[in-house]
């Protein structure tokens, strides 16, 4: 099938290049505490300007 070609053909470059292929090592808590720091900006410039459209909505209001 299509997978075990594409491997073979792989394989064959690994070996004429002196390629050994590896486990990719990541650490999960590193990578989770990225992943919640990121949502947690996103939260706060989300805040920021829900915050930002009140302010010029009462600014507007009290204008009437």
């Keep these: 099938n299509e997978t075990n070609r594409?491997?073979?053909?792989?394989?064959?470059f690994n070996k004429e290049n002196g390629i050994v292929p590896k486990t990719i090592v990541k650490n999960i808590?590193?990578?989770?505490s990225n992943e919640v720091e990121e949502k947690e900006t996103k939260n706060r410039l989300y805040l920021l300007v829900v915050e930002l459209?009140?302010?010029?909505?009462c600014q507007n209001i009290l204008q009437l």
């Design 6 to 12: 594409r491997r073979q053909i792989q394989d064959k």
């Design 29 to 32: 808590t590193e990578a989770i």
């Design 53 to 57: 459209v009140l302010m010029t909505l």
